[in-house]
């Protein structure tokens, strides 16, 4: 997997999940979005060999883009993916989804998760935490409403 950022969009995985998912119907899209998120609770096998921590994080992280107040998730990913984000956007505030993307992101971005335990250099880790800790913030202030 070639990874080059600690958004929530930089690695391949997240690129390959981004343009899958523009190709698909919004409701399906939904839908696919909800079988990614569950996965880590539900069918926690899964992990590693159908859902990879990095769609799990990308995956939340859409969601989070489409609830009040994740709009600067999607402004803060840069051009090199503006095309692919905006293709695979949802059009509508994805509310049933909030806590599932806050329970997978807690699986595989919390303490001891795949996808943060992958970083080795400091700086990289503390940026994808900053990462985690924004989407964390949108999705929690749906959830806990």
């Known amino acids: 997997m070639g990874t080059w950022g600690t958004g929530p969009f930089g690695s391949d995985g997240a690129l390959d999940l981004l343009d899958e998912l523009a190709e698909l119907e919004e409701d399906e899209r939904l839908a696919e979005l909800g079988r990614i998120l569950s996965a880590t609770s539900e069918n926690p096998e899964l992990l590693m060999s159908e859902v990879y921590p990095d769609e799990v994080v990308a995956a939340a992280a859409l969601v989070a883009i489409s609830l009040p107040g994740g ?61 985690v800790t924004q989407l964390r913030v949108v999705l929690e202030s749906v959830v806990g409403s």
């Open 71 to 131: 709009a600067s998730i999607g402004g803060s990913q840069g051009e090199a993916v503006a095309d692919e984000l905006a293709a695979a956007a949802l059009s509508v505030p994805a509310f049933e989804l909030a806590g599932q993307a806050l329970m997978a992101l807690n699986s595989v971005a919390g303490q001891g998760g795949l996808w943060l335990s992958g970083w080795t250099d400091d700086e990289k880790l503390a940026s994808a935490t900053q990462t």
